[in-house]
Every structure is written in C-alpha cells, then in structure tokens.
C-alpha cells in the first residue's frame, strides 16, 4: 500500500527589496496562486530598512522584523562563517558583508537559517499575487498553523534582486512496507519476488517484512534525521535487535550480495510491538546519495494470538524524517532536529481454521465421536502439532517405524464430530485416520484438504481495508466443497465412515455357514491323513 502527500510547509527566503528610484519606491514579492500554495500564510519579516538612491541601499539599519542583537551575535558564533562578521557591529556592515559576497551561496543560506531562528513577531502577512514592501532586507516565512503529513520546509534563500517571485521547493522522503507472500504471489520485479501487500501464513511460521524508505534531496541540511516507526499487530511476534537488518540499495528490493549493509549506522529497539530503526544523520553513510533506498528486512512468526480470518494481522509502518532545512539539527539545546512523520503504509496477513465434522455415511445426521485424525502437510513429510485449544502448534517429523503419534498430533472428534485446527496457511493438506470410531471401518485413504483464500496479491491494495484484501474463502475435501466463511476465517469440511460388519445372532446363516466349513475342514483334514498313511505303506 503506498501513499504519497507532497506539500510545503515552510517556505523561507531571505531576499533584498530595493526600490527602482530615488524616493522609498516600493517593490513587490508575487506569491503564485498554484495548488501548492492554496491555503497557506506567508509573513515578511523585515531583517534590514534604508534608503535607496543610485542603485545603493544606505543609511542601513536594523528593521523591526529582527532580533538584532542576537542575530548578530549569532553571524559572529557560526563555526563556518564567523570570519566574515568578526569586525561587524551594526545593520549596515553586516549588510555590505553580504552585498560583498552575494555568490557565496552557502553563506546566504547560513543567514537566512540564522535571521529565521531570531525573527521576531513583526511581520507583514502576505497574499496570493503582487505585495508591496518598502526597501530592505526581508525574511519571508511559511506561517501556515496546520500543514499536511509528510511534508518538508522549504530552504532559506538569499535573494539580492529588486522584484521577486516565490517558487516552491521541497522534498520529502517517503515510505512503503512490504511482505513477502511464499505461494501465490505475482513476479513484481521492483520489489523482489512475492514481496507484496497481502500475506498468508499457517501459525508458527516467520513472515519476512521490508520497510523500503526513499532517500530525498538533502543537500541544504546539515544533519538529516530518519527514523522506521513499525508497529506489529499482536498476532506477530517481533525479532530481536540483532536479526533486523538495514541495507542501501539502488533499488525497492534486497541483493545482499550487491546492496551494502548499513545496519551499523542505525539503532535498533524492539519494545513490545513496535520496532524503532533509527538514524540522528544518514548523510554521513557513505555513497548514500538522493534517490536510492534505505530497506529495513526482519521477519516476524505468526503467533497464537493472531486474528483467524477478518480483521487479519494489519501493520503499519511510517518515517519520521528532518524536514527544516533551516536548523542544523546538530542535536544540541535549541538545535534539535525538527521532523515531520510521512503518512503510514500497511500491509496484512491472514490465517484460516480447519473445521472437520465425523459423521455417518449412510445418516449424516448422527456425529461420531472419538475419531482419530492426524494432518499431514502437503509432502507428506510432516504432521501437525496442536495445542488443547486446537491452535497450530508447529510441523514435526512423522515418527518412526514402532513409534507411536506424538499425542499432541492426534485430533479426536467430540460429541458433535467436531475437531479442529487453527492457524493454516491457503495450502493442500491430506487428514490420515488412525483410529475409527467404535464399530466403525478405518478410512482406507487420507483425505485430501485444500484451503482456498481469494486474497489481494500485488502492490494494488491501497484503501487499507481488510475486506478488500481477503474477498474469498473455498475449502475442498477430497474434490467434494465444504463451506468456507471470510468474516470468521473457518473452512468447513465433513468426512463420513462407514459403519462396520457384525457376526449375526446364533442360529443365523453366518452360523450354519461357519458350521459347514468348519466340518468340511475337518473332513478335509482325516482325508489328507488317510492318504499320507497310505502313500508311507507302499514306499515301505
């Protein structure tokens, strides 16, 4: 499932605004009217005020829109553009130390981060189209209260141009989780085979998952903070620390023997159901560069606790990632990293109960109790191990040669003719009896069991609705249909017996017949011993 949200959150210029003649002629900042723009607020602060005459702005002072003492304090503190301001001490050398430089492009963006950390409330609140502003220096702010999820500032700009247009440039990055279906799965060469939405599993079985995370622009931060929230429905089981893994790859899918392992450059926490996979700067991994992919890989065993049928096994992973460009993010006081969360992505994974009723051939009606079953996987190779609950338990070795079944394997059938098992996978599956009910004949052939789940297969399922992923349940015992439900997650199936042979009362023909053939074999027997006496006296 994949949502992509892109919008502006902040927008932060810092541009010179001179008028055209000798008087205080006013020029103009134009705000498109494009869909990006729509409902949000812009504010000018004013950063420096003069008086413009022959193509120079003088009598430079500090404008209302800045906090002039810490602003300045602040250009001489900076750790790379420090130099530039040691011997300032007022509006006007500041002001012709960037008049003086006005190429050096990161030093422009380094004083609009700083004139926007110490902007004060002063400002001139824009509208969509042509705004008139007096000469200066203005920091021009996205004030917009409630922005979208999964959007990013945009960077500070130092413009020295009399007229300007804002244009709008951000990027965020985005996230997408994906699981891995092992049967019937479509190829999808951008995510790797049966990587995909929907999953089914039997209980007891690890489900492999990637978190797949683009890596936007970052080349106006400093710092660049990413970390994976992935929350686990209760049904999975969470790995440990060590067995998550993060690998940087050109593309949505994992070669571990071309994508580099990265996971030392994150940490990991598992706590309860949620994994944390986390980064304070993924620039200083090395050849990490704007388009590739960040892939978190762990797989997760389906549990006794996961939902049969719907609602399924839901997760939901999303980014947490730097979206202000214009604060380092170092991590120190007053320097953290600001982030904005990208909106979640979910996957789903389904399991299905077996319901097998014992009944009588020739009377449906009447459930046989104390039938004795074992389930064998698809090969044969397997049997099933069940708790008292019925809930899958794992797949075991069938026993060997005088061995006896594991009682844990044996499913018996209730007053009802009722046994069960919860927690299969869509799959084939053979019932072998091992003991029919009393006066009943063993079934002479195991029973051959297919689960059907119709489910959401590809990278389509995007409303994150259950019912939309599984759409349909069949179940069919030897080619014969039971009933399948897809709200409880139940594949319904009966197997008949039928009833024994039985000796008749005495008197009874069976009687005269066993009579007669034990006197012919009686009569058989003193004939054969006439003939043996008879054959020795003529070899004597």
Request: include cysteine.
């Amino acid at each position: 499932m994949k949502h992509i949200k892109t919008t502006v959150s902040l927008l932060l210029v810092l541009v010179m605004i001179m008028g055209m003649a000798t008087t205080a002629f006013a020029a103009t900042v134009t705000l498109p009217t494009e869909v990006i723009l729509a409902d949000h607020s812009f504010t000018a602060y004013q950063v420096f005020s003069g008086d413009y005459s022959g193509g120079v702005l003088s009598n430079v002072v500090w404008g209302d829109g800045i906090n002039s003492a810490a602003f300045l304090a602040a250009l001489k503190a900076d750790a790379t553009y420090e130099n530039f301001f040691t011997t300032c001490d007022n509006a006007a050398q500041v002001a012709d130390v960037l008049s003086s430089n006005n190429t050096n492009t990161g030093l422009a963006n380094q004083v609009a981060k700083l004139a926007e950390k110490h902007k004060t409330a002063t400002g001139t609140q824009l509208v969509n189209g042509q705004n008139t502003l007096s000469d200066g220096y203005y920091l021009i702010v996205d004030t917009t209260e409630n922005v979208a999820t999964g959007s990013a500032y945009n960077a500070a700009l130092l413009q020295v141009v009399g007229d300007i247009t804002i244009t709008v440039k951000t990027d965020a990055p985005s996230v997408e989780k994906k699981v891995l279906e092992d049967d019937k799965y479509s190829q999808d060469a951008n995510y790797g085979t049966g990587y995909n939405d929907v999953a089914d599993y039997d209980m007891g079985e690890a489900v492999p998952f990637h978190l797949i995370g683009l890596v936007p622009d970052m080349s106006r931060y400093d710092h660049y903070k990413y970390v994976f929230h992935d929350t686990l429905s209760a049904g999975l089981t969470p790995p440990e620390d060590l067995d998550v893994k993060v690998y940087l790859s050109t593309d949505k899918k994992v070669d571990a023997d071309v994508d580099t392992d990265v996971t030392n450059s994150f940490t990991v926490d598992v706590t309860g159901q949620i994994i944390t996979v986390s980064s304070n700067d993924i620039k200083v991994i090395n050849g990490i560069a704007q388009g590739m992919y960040l892939i978190v890989e762990y797989s997760a065993v389906l549990n006794q606790n996961a939902v049969v049928g719907l609602d399924g096994n839901p997760n939901t992973v999303h980014l947490e990632y730097s979206n202000k460009p214009d604060q380092s993010g170092s991590g120190q006081p007053g320097d953290e990293n600001v982030t904005g969360e990208t909106p979640e992505d979910k996957v789903i994974v389904f399991t299905y109960e077996l319901d097998v009723t014992k009944v009588d051939r020739k009377n449906p009606e009447t459930k046989l109790k104390d039938a004795k079953f074992v389930l064998l996987n698809k090969t044969k190779d397997k049997v099933a191990k069940v708790t008292a609950e019925g809930k899958l338990d794992g797949w075991v070795a069938l026993p060997g040669e005088n061995q006896t079944w594991d009682p844990s394997s044996v499913l018996t059938s209730d007053a009802n003719g009722l046994f069960k098992v919860i927690g299969l996978d869509d799959d084939t599956y053979y019932l072998c009896e091992i003991e029919a009910p009393t006066g009943y004949n063993l079934l002479a052939d195991d029973v051959e069991v297919k689960i059907t789940a119709t489910t959401a297969n590809g990278q389509d399922w995007t409303d994150g609705n259950p019912a939309t992923a599984l759409t349909n349940l069949a179940v069919t015992a030897d080619n014969t249909p039971g009933t399948g439900s897809v709200e409880t997650g139940i594949a319904a199936i009966t197997i008949a017996n039928n009833a024994g042979s039985t000796l008749p009362e005495t008197g009874g023909i069976g009687t005269t017949i066993f009579y007669v053939l034990g006197s012919t074999l009686v009569v058989a027997a003193i004939v054969f011993l006439v003939t043996r006496r008879r054959m020795s006296s003529v070899e004597k």
